[in-house]
């Protein structure tokens, strides 16, 4: 089941994957485990914004209900999702929920997908603050795909000095 719902998701089929959870959830011998709830929600990637976002939080809280811990990499698809369904402010709400529990703790994919649900907006503010807190954490260090999906947040938001400024913050990185 978790080849096939990765393939799916990899596919772009979104509902199949979606369908072959729904029959492991129906009761049978085989149960879904937190891999199976990670690469589900990885797959409503390709969904429609609002049927993505929607099901990816209800996978999250499906998975504490049937006593499953989601892992960062969880969390990183759920905010994903809902970045790419334009829903920053609630991709953002996860990324604190990480920040204040610490378990799953936030990881550099987490402040990649967090920085990237600013693009629509052109928080690029937020986005600065968020490069600051990758920074600053040891378990969080900066890639070269935190500090570009940061310049593209600069882009939208008309910031061109600060992204040009940026490219000399991402060399000083290493």
Sequence with gaps: ??????????????????????????????????????????????????????????????????????????????????????QSPRALDLLTEMKQRRQPPPDTITYNAAISALSESGDWALALRLLDEAEASPDAPPDVVTYTSCMAVLRSGGQWERALQMMSRMRAAG
């Design 1 to 86: 089941y978790n080849a096939a719902i990765n393939a799916c998701g990899r596919g772009g089929k979104w509902s199949v994957a979606l369908s072959l959870l729904d029959e492991l959830n129906s009761g049978g011998p085989l149960r879904p485990n937190e891999y199976t709830f990670t690469t589900t929600i990885a797959a409503l990637h390709s969904a429609p914004p609002a049927v993505g976002a929607s099901t990816a939080l209800r996978m999250l809280e499906q998975m504490h209900g049937l006593g499953l811990q989601p892992s960062t990499a969880a969390h990183n698809a759920a905010i994903r999702v809902l970045g790419a369904a334009g």
